[in-house]
């Protein structure tokens, strides 16, 4: 198994609450009866809408355009007709342009044929990413073939992929690992050829042991030159920057990116969307999501078509055990997003779907403990920063480093009077960008 290594600098231990889907196999959610397609499924700007009401999609066929360097294609989950083009809001409170999707009831089979991936160039990879509409699939949803280009004048020492899935409840990543290793590992060939690392590393933390050996197993039988590091439980280590101090020691410095280290950090679903899409030539159409939380009466993993309703996921998973519920959490309960609108669709970056017990927490106020400071993984002073941002301060906050705030909620997490320093600090940063 090797070493258990971890980040130094602060960090929380949430309970993980993982068991209530962890052994929950994969299952293909029946085809809802319609489908919202945002077209802003990744970070950037919003792809342009190719379609109008009352158009005729094919499975798989582009329906939104990417507008600018950092956007990324937008696909058909289904063949079927477009029945409106209109304004949705998203879990994380963007609106956009989507198109509304009924699908047919006979669904054709393609992306069947393989295609041999090793006789293509980089640049042609780099295309397929690209036309695949590739995004990362851990929450942050930044286009691939973006994060795959790497300039000229600089070079990757280490590509490491994201295989902690740190935040409790989520275990879609795990449940891939051990269900469709095989494509991850090729699709992490598929990102080697393109950026010829000089290591290469998988890491994942030490509730995973399975999947360690599973993966370890695969890659000695294939003769991968690929090594699986196993982590110390801790929050928020799927941060790339902790992720990468944890694995290769290295610190990225405030305003750079890993490249400017050398290193590339690639979500482990994203690296099976690249198989897929080197392989197949599929788009990003589907992708496996949990549904968790002790609110819902039988927690699954599910392969959804991108677009599926929350609805639809919720009632698969036999709806509510409980009259009242406490939140709908998109994502993670430290990072995601709270909503209402069980309309709401799901996107490319939606790892999960949570149906929380309600839970009454009075806020007080800040003691001065210095409890966030302590925790903060990135050596912020979380109780100063809010300060400053509550008495509108907003250029003080930013001198104390507040874009440099992940965000990870660990401050919030550990705050004993309750203290909404997350919200704060992005209203902070919203705010302070405009002075």
Not at 331 to 339: D, L, N, R, V, Y
Not at 387 to 413: F, H, S, T, V
């Amino acid at each position: 198994m090797g070493r258990i290594s971890t980040f130094k600098k602060g960090g929380v231990h949430p309970a993980d609450k993982k068991e209530l889907a962890k052994n929950a196999s994969i299952e293909v959610l029946p085809l809802p009866s319609e489908l919202i397609v945002s077209m802003s499924q990744h970070l950037g700007a919003p792809a342009l809408c190719l379609k109008k009401n009352g158009d005729v999609v094919e499975k798989g066929e582009k329906i939104g355009e990417a507008s600018s360097f950092i956007s990324a294609d937008v696909h058909s989950p289904v063949s079927g007709t477009v029945t409106d083009v209109r304004k949705v809001r998203l879990a994380s409170g963007v609106v956009a342009d989507a198109l509304v999707i009924k699908p047919n009831e006979v669904q054709p089979e393609m992306f069947q044929k393989r295609y041999n991936w090793q006789n293509d160039t980089k640049e042609d990879l780099l295309a397929l990413v690209k036309n695949m509409g590739i995004v990362g699939m851990g929450g942050a949803t930044f286009p691939t073939n973006v994060k795959l280009n790497i300039p000229t004048a600089k070079s990757v020492d280490a590509l490491v992929i994201n295989g902690v899935e740190c935040e409790p409840y989520l275990t879609a990543d795990y449940r891939v690992m051990m269900e469709r290793a095989e494509g991850v590992l090729e699709g992490v060939m598929v990102l080697k050829k393109i950026l010829n690392p000089s290591k290469t590393i998988i890491g994942i933390e030490a509730n995973k042991l399975d999947a360690v050996s599973h993966l370890e197993s695969l890659i000695k039988e294939k003769g991968y030159d690929i090594s699986v590091m196993t982590l110390k439980m801790k929050y928020p280590q799927g941060d790339e920057k902790q992720l990468l101090k944890a694995t290769i020691g290295k610190e990225i410095p405030s305003g750079k990116l890993p490249i400017d280290i050398g290193a590339v950090v690639c979500n482990l679903g994203t690296s099976y969307a690249v198989y897929e899409a080197a392989v197949f030539h599929k788009p990003l159409i589907e992708r496996v999501i949990t549904i968790s939380g002790e609110a819902i009466t039988t927690p699954k993993n599910l392969l959804a078509p991108i677009g599926t309703k929350a609805t639809d996921l919720l009632q698969y998973c036999g709806g509510y055990n409980t009259e009242e519920v406490g939140e709908l959490v998109s994502g993670g309960p430290m990072m995601g997003f709270a909503f209402s609108d069980e309309d709401t669709p799901m996107t490319k970056g939606s790892s999960g779907l949570l149906a929380l017990l309600p839970e009454k927490l009075d806020t007080g106020v800040c003691v001065s403990c210095g409890k966030c400071v302590q925790h903060c993984p990135m050596g912020l002073m979380p109780n100063k920063m809010f300060r400053n941002i509550k008495y509108k301060n907003y250029q003080e906050a930013m001198d104390l480093g507040l874009m440099d705030c992940k965000e990870c909620g660990c401050c919030a997490y550990i705050c004993p009077a309750h203290l909404p320093l997350v919200q704060g600090f992005k209203l902070g940063k919203k705010l302070g960008r405009k002075k």
